[in-house]
């Protein structure tokens, strides 16, 4: 449950006077989390850290859409195991 991820993706965020640079950043921390939790069998506690870290990191934490999947890494459905 390291945040060091996250606290990158916010350092670009703003630019060194600390003003906002980009219109928005996806939130890979979260889906990792997600991911993790819900494919991968993680504990649904670290899934649980991410979310709440969200406001406590990133200060503008609504320009951080959230996604499942996307066109850039694997879909969702692919990271489980089907249970027949």
């Known amino acids: 449950m390291e945040d060091t991820q996250a606290r990158k993706i916010e ?3 703003t630019d060194a006077a600390g003003r906002p640079v980009p219109p928005g950043m996806l939130n890979f921390p979260l889906y990792g989390a ?6 991968r069998g993680h504990p649904s506690a670290e899934l649980g850290h991410r979310i709440r870290s969200l406001a ?3 200060a503008r934490p609504h ?3 959230t ?6 890494v694997d879909r969702f459905l692919a990271g489980g195991r089907s249970r027949r």
């Open 11 to 13: 350092s670009y965020m």
């Open 34 to 39: 997600f991911n993790d939790a819900f494919a």
């Open 56 to 58: 406590r990191l990133h």
């Open 63 to 65: 320009l951080m859409p």
């Open 67 to 72: 996604f499942v999947d996307n066109h850039d």
